[in-house]
């Protein structure tokens, strides 16, 4: 979704296909490249190709008898009141285990990224949540990668080479994955591993991710008023967040503080840096960066923003532009004509369909297969009106 969690697209517009991106991390930051929904194809793979959660495991405290059976999901017998724990194993994959305290690091920087946006009134349910995303991704990212490290599935220089090249089709043109890790400087080992762990995937499904020049063609055929791409920018911003409690000296004070920072860019701040220091937008994890999106229709942003942005001059730091959600400074690093999708677009469209597929038919493959042990059971997911989407829940 465009701004995903910035709160400046118009609530009457639908949420677009799933930004393309290397990869989504349980509580994402995400490589921010993302083009219209119409107009590109999504790149975002299963969370479950993550590499798995790196901090070592505590030793749990005690807990609930869990029999262990293979090729079963097993929870405690019954409920037993106790006080919460970091060290507590909320579950064990094989052996593998992710504990309170690692999920709650997830949980801390989703409510970071959410702040204000969360009714009080929902902020235990939205906890929740987190914390079983967190869950279901630790099971499907530790089962791909045993099995890869089973099948000792090596990455190759040509294989990254090719994977880069098999990337850039879903950023904004002429952008690199070389350029996405340059703008995201402390994400570039995560984005590197990311796509070793996509690649390794690749080559586990095999002859699964084949695409043939038939399938290309009657997706085209099929799928004409998709294949067009609307003329779009890709911008970055700085948010100073205007509450609808503030007043009109605190509405000036703000204003001052976007007028000040954008000063700074103007004489050669990093934009990035700024971004992250100052912006109340979720983008500052990534600089600020919004990706691509269309003036109107799906993933567009508000008026008074999309008019700003598609009016600037290339590279320029805007003028303080005001909407409804506060003022933002804005610079437009690209502005795309109208086109279309090409065949190659199309082919990795349908790859990116294939591999999804085959990545959950093999999960449940091995899940049938594996040793998981949950510390309570699995709740049903609560979709509260007024709470923003949760990691992993397909919003």
Do not use: W
């Not at 930051?29 to 969370?47: D, K, N, R, S, W």
């Not at 920018?233 to 920072?261: F, G, N, Q, S």
């Not at 919004?290 to 009016?311: I, R, Y």
């Amino acid at each position: 979704m465009f701004m995903a969690g910035c709160k400046t697209t118009e609530t009457k517009t639908a949420s677009q296909t799933p930004a393309p991106q290397v990869a989504a991390q349980p509580v994402p930051p995400q490589p921010a490249a993302t083009q219209p929904a119409t107009a590109q194809p999504a790149t975002a793979q299963p969370v479950a190709v993550q590499p798995a959660v790196t901090q070592p495991a505590a030793q749990p405290v005690a807990q609930p008898a869990l029999q262990t059976t293979t090729g079963t999901v097993t929870t405690s017998e019954a409920p037993v009141e106790k006080a919460q724990n970091d060290s507590d194993v909320l579950v064990e994959v094989n052996g593998a285990k992710l504990t309170r305290g690692q999920a709650n690091i997830q949980v801390e920087k989703f409510m970071a990224a959410k702040k204000g946006q969360i009714p009080p009134a929902l902020m235990d349910v939205a906890r929740k949540q987190i914390i079983e995303s967190a869950i279901d991704q630790f099971v499907g990212r530790t089962l791909l990668e045993q099995e890869i490290k089973k099948q000792n599935i090596q990455v190759t220089k040509e294989d990254e080479t090719a994977m880069y090249k098999e990337l850039s089709l879903s950023l904004p043109n002429g952008t690199t994955i070389d350029d996405m890790i340059k703008r995201n400087p402390d994400k570039a080992d995560q984005i590197r591993e990311q796509i070793a762990n996509l690649i390794k995937a690749d080559k586990m499904l095999g002859d699964k991710l084949k695409v043939t020049d038939k399938e290309i063609s009657d997706f085209m055929d099929q799928n004409k008023e998709k294949l067009a791409i609307p003329e779009n920018v890709h911008a970055r911003h700085i948010l100073i967040a205007v509450e609808k409690t503030d007043d009109e000296k605190t509405k000036a004070e703000k204003k001052k503080k976007a007028e000040d920072i954008r000063d700074q860019l103007v004489k050669g701040a990093d934009f990035a840096e700024l971004a992250k220091k100052y912006s109340d937008c979720p983008s500052k994890e990534n600089g600020g960066d919004l990706g691509v999106f269309p003036k109107e229709g799906t993933g567009a942003p508000v008026p008074a923003f999309a008019n700003a942005a598609f009016s600037q001059e290339l590279k320029a730091i805007g003028p303080v532009v005001e909407s409804e959600f506060g003022y933002h400074v804005i610079q437009v690093l690209d502005h795309n004509k109208a086109t279309v999708l090409t065949r190659e677009q199309v082919a990795f469209q349908i790859k990116q369909d294939k591999r999804d597929k085959a990545v959950m038919e093999m999960l449940e493959q091995l899940k049938s297969k594996a040793s998981i042990k949950y510390l309570e059971p699995r709740p049903a997911n609560e979709d509260l009106e007024g709470m923003p989407a949760m990691p992993g829940n397909g919003k």
